[in-house]
């Protein structure tokens, strides 16, 4: 099963088309917040796919008393991952907060968004991998990003690509 990542696309659908239009043979795709307006719009045109995402800082600042989904755990190939956007969890700072959190809710695979920089951080002690795919329209250094996550039997797959 092959995963498109993305994060942080603040409003603009250009660089998830242009990864699309590139990659035509992936099965899923997740948005980790600061972006859910356009990627609904990305998943509507895209309905063969699984789409998953959870709400940004920007989102719950803009919903006004709405309820957001800040954070989901789905199951892919007998895999759960935990999805967030991170903000809540001071990812800007130090990753240990996040990690202790997917350690607790019993996950192995945890996304975040929200630096607009590309991780990915294995932790040996509890075998927990978090991953955020950078940020597809403003990255903090280099060019905009997206991850990919492939689920091969027991095997998951980490990479990142830019525009």
Same mark, same amino acid.
């Given at each position: 099963?092959? @995963?498109?990542?993305?994060?942080?696309?603040?409003?603009?659908?250009?660089?998830?088309?242009? @990864?699309?239009? *590139?990659?035509?043979?992936?099965?899923?795709?997740? !948005?980790?917040?600061?972006?859910?307006?356009?990627?609904?719009?990305?998943?509507?045109?895209?309905?063969?796919?699984?789409?998953?995402?959870?709400?940004? #800082?920007?989102?719950?600042?803009?919903?006004?008393?709405?309820?957001?989904?800040?954070?989901?755990?789905?199951?892919?190939?007998? @895999?759960? @991952?935990?999805?967030? !956007?991170?903000? *809540?969890?001071?990812?800007?700072?130090? +990753?240990?907060?996040?990690? #202790?959190?997917?350690?607790?809710?019993?996950?192995?695979?945890? +996304?975040?968004? !929200?630096? !607009?920089?590309?991780?990915? *951080?294995?932790?040996?002690?509890?075998?927990?991998?978090?991953? #955020?795919?950078?940020?597809?329209?403003?990255?903090?250094?280099?060019?905009?990003?997206?991850?990919?996550?492939?689920? *091969?039997?027991?095997?998951?797959?980490?990479?990142?690509?830019?525009?």
């Amino acid at each position: 099963m092959k @995963i498109l990542i993305f994060s942080d696309s603040h409003g603009s659908t250009f660089g998830m088309k242009k @990864i699309l239009s *590139r990659i035509t043979d992936a099965d899923v795709l997740i !948005h980790l917040g600061d972006g859910s307006e356009e990627f609904a719009l990305i998943a509507k045109s895209h309905p063969q796919m699984q789409s998953y995402s959870v709400a940004g #800082n920007m989102e719950e600042w803009r919903s006004f008393g709405k309820k957001t989904t800040a954070e989901q755990i789905i199951t892919l190939d007998g @895999i759960d @991952i935990l999805l967030t !956007h991170g903000h *809540r969890f001071g990812v800007k700072d130090s +990753l240990d907060r996040y990690h #202790n959190y997917a350690h607790a809710r019993g996950v192995r695979y945890a +996304l975040f968004g !929200h630096t !607009h920089l590309p991780t990915e *951080r294995y932790f040996p002690d509890t075998g927990i991998t978090l991953f #955020n795919p950078g940020s597809i329209s403003f990255p903090r250094e280099g060019k905009p990003s997206f991850g990919t996550m492939e689920i *091969r039997g027991d095997a998951v797959l980490f990479g990142h690509g830019t525009l």
